[in-house]
């Protein structure tokens, strides 16, 4: 079965640079969760998507953005990085009439 | 807010030897209660839905149940390969996202 796909799956980046986080949702799903997973913790919500409108909102800086596109997918736009931004970011999928969220295989993000 | 708690924060566990791990929850109306298997470096797996006080699922080793106030995933007679971190998140009725708990880590040695 599709599974969540996520690219890139590792990236490294300097303090101030900008990154872009790819989600492509498993078909026929039209919503989409971005979780950050720092070391040793849970993860924790930062955006969702429904119908490529914004849902909800959780812990996310303001120099992050996001945006879901025509096909569904959606990109993470992290700009001004931070050393506390190195972290493991989790895109999720789920169809509006299900329950169960679906994870993706992470991006690990590194920045020097 | 909504609170998910895990206990305990690590399990070791000898190949056969069963037991429980605990997830209390605190929610403004439940619209599910998950549970996850992770491994390192990996995305969370799917493992269970549970909606209702009373309800149980099962899948090879592995069976959650739930209570109005906790949910307990029972390993029974766990094999190597069933060491991983076990996450609990909640859904409540009134949103989307998942609040998770910070999740036990099991050992399973042969």
């Known amino acids: 079965a599709a599974g969540v796909i996520q690219s890139p799956r590792h990236l490294i980046k300097e303090k101030r640079e900008t990154a872009t986080l790819k989600c492509y949702p498993i078909p026929r799903h039209d919503t989409v969760y971005w979780y950050q997973q720092g070391p040793g913790q849970d993860p924790q919500f930062l955006i969702s998507f429904y119908e490529k409108m914004q849902s909800d909102k959780g812990s996310i800086p303001d120099r992050f953005s996001a945006q879901q596109f025509s096909d569904y997918h959606s990109e993470l736009n992290m700009s001004s990085l931070e050393l506390g931004d190195s972290a493991l970011y989790f895109c999720?999928?789920?169809?509006?009439?299900?329950?169960?969220?679906?994870f993706g295989p992470g991006t690990r993000l590194t920045v020097l | 807010e909504d609170q998910v708690t895990q206990s305990p924060e690590a399990l070791r566990l000898q190949e056969g030897e069963s037991s429980s791990l605990n997830c209390s929850y605190t929610?403004?109306?439940?619209?599910?209660l998950f549970w996850y298997r992770q491994d390192p470096g990996k995305g969370p797996e799917f493992l269970f839905t549970l909606y209702s006080a009373g309800e149980e699922k099962e899948k090879e080793r592995l069976k959650a149940t739930l209570t109005k106030k906790e949910s307990f995933l029972h390993i029974t007679a766990p094999k190597p390969e069933d060491s991983a971190t076990y996450l609990c998140?909640?859904?409540?009725?009134?949103?989307?996202?998942?609040?998770f708990g910070a999740g036990t880590t099991v050992t399973v040695r042969a």
């Open positions: 998140a909640v859904r409540p009725s009134n949103d989307y996202k998942l609040s």
């Open positions: 929610v403004s109306g439940l619209r599910g």
């Open positions: 999720a999928s789920t169809h509006s009439l299900a329950n169960e969220q679906f």
